[in-house]
């Protein structure tokens, strides 16, 4: 992070002609919570902070008379830093939306805080599906992602192209199970086989016995039911091992394009995975990738940044039409109720579970040769349409829905 | 001196039940939860000499247990505080049987490998949720009158939980058995020489400061309605370490003021980002270079020095 924006105050307020009397306070307050400098700084951290200012920006919401204020914090992923930090910005700073949290468990957390003190989370960086699940609640968005939809369709979109038979390398806790269970069946149900599974401990470091038994396996996919800095130790061992030469192929179930420029395309190359969004897909990305690698440090935006952008344009739109921040219910509601569409997503809808639904791609990492220019990584193989990419309502057993 | 230290509790305990009025209560009560901890712990390292490299494993086990009982089993806090505190006790005495054997380095290791294995249970088992943890804890009343709902209530509650540890540790310095805890940090073998059992001391000691630490812990699980995965890592065996040292080892308010100032940190500086970690160290590095009985016995020494 620059100094400049280091030692500024974590707020950046545009003074607009005539503040509005109706929303809370005078002034929308959006807090950026996510990990600043961790294992997941990457995937959305300071960039997120500015995906969200930029949204601010792009609305012009401003130019009609409403004042918007960014703020931002570091929970450090963990969950009882991430629920002070919360707690604090809602009943002392009277911040009226939180806005990405990765990490499922400080998610998690965020979405029963905002619950209970009426305010509004929209969620771009949590994995779990819990969140549109058992754990729902009328006051969050899901936004970008979620495991069902990434395992559904990375599962799906191999087994259609030829990916028959499966291993899994799976990190041996709830987490890892659930992502192993789901992507199975999955296969299964598309005509696949799943010829065997591995359970490494987590965090592992040494991988080799059980990438050494999917290669044994023979089968066509060796797919690593594990995220974070598992997946990464895990391909890189692949790659030593000659796993993609010997013709298997890897299917990473969590994984982000700044994942695949840290392995580096020789060893991350071959490998399939689903994103919800790719810089280089179309013009209009292109430009806020542009705008987004000038203004940090020449990173590429992930998905998660992408979902930043949309959630913030799509809520302040919302309260836009109710001239109203104060409920967080009502807010969401007229979320759901209006039809989203911004520059980046495009068009989609916020289903009743809270659930944001749009198309996601599977894509695959192209060779070292194929590369034509800086993050040119991946090729988009196939567009899931936003009617299959996510799990439907009536499976979810959330509360609300029913 | 007695009549001093009186003196310093005393205006302590009314600065903090004046402290809500100006700072955040969530922040406060978290605060205490730490500062317990640290004192638990402190009087394992300060007074008996032993130190425990995993001390997470009560902290976060007794976290588990109460936000368990209290979401699942429908108990009310007092007892969900109570059942922590019992489990941690009940670890602290197979862990402390098996720990007390070996001293220095070695004793920190077994510490460390039985904190290990109760992180990887808690990974495993069904009821700790996994790496999402046990969420959504609810905030009953306290004794069925006492209001949780309201941060301002929970905090005095919390704040009572603290006062109770915090003279349990007190009692517990200033008793005769005190005092055989402090001989045998001096001299062990002299200890032994005068007929003390000093394993069963120090088991003793290992189980009070097992049971405080899990007293915090699951008195944080309360405030926060939440239990995860990061109360019992061996990142927090390191934390409490930082606070205790930081703040004064030996001493019995150092550990408080050492956890205050780096939950602080974590805290205010979460603005800065990456740099946390970095501040983080550098007042670490400060600390041991410039200040090695940390800030509270730093005091201590200048304020001896000029009575002198």
């Not at chain 1, 209970?116 to 779990?128: C, D, Y």
């Not at chain 2, 108990?75 to 862990?95: H, K, Q």
């Not at chain 2, 944080?220 to 239990?227: D, G, I, R």
């Not at chain 2, 061996?234 to 019995?252: A, C, K, P, R, Y």
Request: with cysteine; net charge positive.
């Amino acid at each position: 992070m620059q100094i400049k924006t280091l030692f500024a105050t974590t707020a950046i307020v545009l003074a607009a002609g005539a503040a509005q009397a109706q929303v809370s306070d005078g002034v929308i307050k959006l807090g950026v919570l996510n990990d600043q400098s961790g294992l997941y700084a990457d995937v959305s951290g300071p960039g997120g902070t500015w995906a969200a200012r930029k949204a601010v920006a792009d609305s012009g919401i401003e130019k009609r008379g409403f004042k918007v204020e960014v703020v931002f914090g570091d929970h450090q992923n963990k969950p009882d830093i991430g629920s002070n930090i919360a707690r604090q910005w809602y009943d002392v700073d009277k911040v009226d939306a939180i806005v990405d949290v990765p990490t499922s468990s400080v998610a998690l957390a965020i979405n029963q805080i905002t619950k209970e003190k009426n305010k509004v989370f929209i969620g771009s960086g949590p994995a779990t599906s819990d969140l549109t699940g058992p754990a729902c609640s009328p006051n969050t968005a899901h936004w970008t992602y979620d495991t069902w939809a990434l395992a559904n369709g990375t599962g799906k979109a191999i087994v259609q192209t030829g990916g028959k038979s499966w291993y899994f390398v799976t990190a041996d806790y709830a987490f890892g199970h659930a992502l192993e269970r789901d992507t199975g069946n999955v296969v299964k149900a598309n005509g696949g086989t799943v010829v065997g599974a591995v359970r490494h401990p987590f965090p592992g470091t040494d991988f080799s016995s059980f990438l050494l038994q999917a290669q044994a396996s023979k089968a066509q996919i060796v797919a690593f039911a594990n995220a974070g800095g598992d997946t990464i130790n895990s391909i890189k061992q692949a790659a030593e091992f000659g796993i993609v030469e010997g013709g298997q192929k890897l299917a990473g179930m969590l994984m982000f394009i700044t994942d695949v420029h840290s392995l580096g395309l020789k060893t991350a190359q071959g490998l399939n995975f689903t994103t919800a969004w790719y810089w280089d897909a179309n013009d209009n990305n292109r430009a806020f990738a542009k705008e987004f690698a000038a203004a940090n440090g020449g990173k590429m935006p992930t998905m998660v940044h992408a979902g930043i952008y949309s959630g913030v344009i799509h809520y302040l739109k919302a309260v836009e039409a109710l001239k109203s921040d104060a409920d967080g219910v009502k807010v969401v509601d007229k979320m759901k109720e209006m039809p989203s569409d911004d520059k980046l997503f495009g068009k989609g809808t916020l289903r009743k579970d809270g659930r944001h639904v749009h198309d996601m791609y599977l894509v695959e990492v192209k060779k070292p040769g194929e590369s034509k220019y800086a993050w040119d990584y991946l090729t988009v193989k196939k567009t899931i349409p936003a009617a299959e990419a996510f799990r439907p309502m009536a499976e979810g057993n959330c509360p609300l829905v029913k | 001196m007695k009549l001093r230290e009186t003196h310093i509790f005393a205006a302590l305990l009314a600065l903090l039940l004046v402290a809500p009025a100006i700072v955040y209560p969530v922040f406060l009560m978290k605060v205490l939860c730490f500062a317990l901890f640290a004192c638990a712990f402190n009087l394992l390292i300060g007074y008996v000499g032993l130190l425990s490299f995993g001390h997470a494993m009560f902290f976060g086990g007794a976290a588990y247990i109460s936000a368990y009982v209290v979401k699942s089993w429908g108990w009310s806090p007092e007892f969900g505080i109570l059942a922590g505190t019992a489990v941690a006790a009940a670890l602290g005495l197979v862990a402390g049987l098996i720990a007390i054997r070996r001293q220095g380095i070695y004793f920190a290791m077994v510490t460390l490998a039985l904190a290990q294995m109760v992180f990887f249970f808690c990974l495993q088992t069904k009821f700790t949720g996994g790496e999402d943890g046990i969420q959504a804890v609810p905030r009953r009343a306290v004794f069925g009158f006492i209001e949780t709902t309201n941060d301002l209530h929970f905090y005095y509650v919390v704040l009572a939980v603290f006062v109770i540890g915090f003279t349990i540790i007190h009692r517990t310095i200033h008793s005769p058995f005190g005092q055989v805890l402090k001989a045998i940090r001096e001299n062990e073998p002299r200890a032994v020489s005068l007929g003390y059992r000093v394993d069963r001391y120090k088991l003793l000691a290992f189980v009070l400061s097992a049971a405080l630490a899990g007293m915090a812990g699951a008195t944080k699980a309360l405030v926060f309605q939440l239990a995860s995965l990061t109360d019992v890592a061996w990142q927090m065996s390191g934390e409490v370490v930082l606070m205790t040292l930081v703040g004064g080892m030996g001493t019995i308010l150092g550990p408080a003021v050492g956890a205050a100032v780096i939950v602080t940190m974590q805290n205010y500086l979460a603005g800065f980002a990456e740099y946390v970690l970095v501040i983080q160290g550098a007042i670490f590095v400060v600390v041991v270079m410039a200040f090695r009985r940390g800030i509270v016995g730093e005091l201590i020494g200048w304020w001896q020095k000029r009575n002198a």
